[in-house]
């Protein structure tokens, strides 16, 4: 599935509404005065982490702004970190492969990204050349 950046990762079915999901109280039995599981302003209910605001404090920001406030988290920062070196780690490897498919002089020759792509454009059309002759 496509995300674009409108969208909004919930753990919801799309069928539900943020009233009968939850998100119009900050993990129930609060009184009136607000007081329940976090104190009074919320933020301690249900699992929350202790700097993050409770989801009713969210409610009234646009969907770009609870985007951008839950991106700001360590725990969010630290995850994202930890897949893009993942992505990063396997964009570098796949070029190394490639590097070794390349014949070049000498062999060993230190080439960079762009190098690489442009030998390796070479490469087919000289091989796609010996093919067709």
Do not use: W
Not at 58 to 77: M, N
Not at 109 to 114: E, H, N, Q, V
């Amino acid at each position: 599935m496509m995300l674009n950046s409108d969208t909004v990762e919930l753990d919801l079915p799309p069928s539900h509404s943020e009233t009968e999901s939850g998100f119009s109280d900050c993990g129930g039995g609060a009184g009136p005065d607000g007081a329940g599981p976090g104190g009074p302003g919320g933020g301690q209910a249900r699992g929350l982490e202790p700097g993050e605001p409770c989801r009713k404090d969210l409610q009234h920001l646009s969907r770009e702004e609870r985007r951008r406030r839950r991106r700001a988290t360590a725990k969010y920062r630290t995850a994202h970190a930890t897949r893009e070196r993942i992505r990063v780690e396997a964009f570098n490897l796949a070029f190394a492969e490639l590097r070794k498919l390349l014949p070049t002089l000498p062999p060993d020759k230190k080439l960079s990204k762009i190098e690489i792509l442009r030998l390796a454009i070479c490469y087919i059309s000289y091989l796609n050349h010996v093919l067709d002759v």
